[in-house]
């Protein structure tokens, strides 16, 4: 599966932004999905993650409560909805895809598949 990371920009802090991930070559629903993010000097860390369906989620701490992430299989996209926007939310964004059979995981390393990522940047 390739996959497409687009809807990055500059944003004011409390500001929203919404993160698409096109998936091609492969049908979306054969994968759970995760959102990472790598900030200048520091490691790539994870940001949220969806099951096959969409129905099971996890989140950041960092970021619950702010960011939602959600897919349409039938569009082979997933998404990122981020509200709240703060100055330390600033990174590079990166969508993600492992196979459904392998479950759902947290690990940047257990991941397969990466887009090239997105850029958010969030003013004070």
């Known amino acids: 599966v390739q996959l497409q990371a687009s809807g990055g920009g500059l944003v004011q802090a409390g500001g929203s932004l919404r993160l698409s991930c096109a998936a091609s070559?492969?049908?979306?629903?054969?994968?759970?999905m995760g959102w990472f993010r790598q900030a200048p000097g520091k490691e790539r860390e994870f940001v949220a993650n969806s099951g096959w369906n969409g129905d099971s989620t996890a989140y950041a701490d960092s970021v619950k409560g702010r960011f939602a992430i959600s897919r349409d299989n039938a569009k082979n996209t997933m998404y990122m909805q981020m509200n709240s926007l703060q100055p330390e939310d600033t990174a590079v964004y990166f969508c993600?895809?492992?196979?459904?059979?392998?479950?759902?995981?947290?690990?940047?390393?257990?991941?397969?598949?990466w887009g090239q990522g997105t850029q958010v940047t969030v003013s004070s």
């Open positions: 993600a895809a492992r196979s459904w059979a392998s479950g759902m995981s947290t690990r940047r390393a257990d991941y397969n598949y």
């Open positions: 070559g492969s049908t979306l629903s054969n994968y759970n």
